[in-house]
């Protein structure tokens, strides 16, 4: 069955848009994958401005009754968007989104919303979404005020599915996986560096799994787009001719454990 997955933080600037939108480009291009990528932060909607789409319609409209939902969608890069408006629609009642997104879950294999740090504009987006995966970088400011997203998350009954370790800028001054993990109770499912590449691909105005897809935060997008797609990744070929168990990184481990729940 389809599945509305968000990618949430309390904390600004952590990465929310950027996985929503690399996740949505690998699972379509190296997974042929349908996606629907809907920018459901309404406060500062990011996705139309890092694609450079020039929309008539957004999703206020389809909200409000404007138009229909099929009319705000827009195409890009292998996978549709629904952009959000520039400007903010006070009257707009985001806990329509829910009951709103149910009638295309059918057309897709995956919707992704991408969402706002603000407590409040979250309630509704977690109520929308089926499954939430934790975007946070490595230290404790971050990680504690990320945390704070899980507990809205749980107090609604929505399963958070995991953490993407976002942003690692100098592993030593910062919480590894295992911390992480102890301090979350939630396991890591991607490991991602901080890496100026990503301010080409922003200049660009291109997901960098389109403008550099063989980059390790391609590759990991893809892993992590690997796992939630269900697919099976082919082992390595020189692990047959290992003796003993190779080394697997502990994300690589938490993938494949959750692979085999799906
Ligand atoms: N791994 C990374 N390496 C370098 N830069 C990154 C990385 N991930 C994201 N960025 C950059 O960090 C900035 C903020 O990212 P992004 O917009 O995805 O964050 P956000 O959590 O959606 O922010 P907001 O809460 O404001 O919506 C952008 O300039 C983005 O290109
Ligand atoms: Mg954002």
Redesign the pocket.
Known sequence: MTNILSFV?I???????????ETATSLAKNFNKKVLLVDA?FS?P?IGL?LDLTSDYNLQDSLNGNTTLQNTIYEAHGIDIIPSALHYHKEIDPYKLKSLLQKYKSRYDFIIL????NYEELRPIIAASDKIFL?SSPDHVTLHTTLKAAKLAQEQKTPIHGIIV??IRSPKHEYNLQEIEKISNIPVLAR????????R??HKKTPLSILAPRHQ?SREIENFASAIAGHTKKEKWFYKFIPYEPFVPKEEVNRQFYKAQL
């Open positions: 933080s904390k600004g600037g952590v990465g929310k848009t950027t996985l929503a939108l932060n500062a990011n890092y991408d969402t706002s740090p975007v976002n942003k991602i560096h901080e890496h100026k590449e990503m301010a691909s922003l935060i």
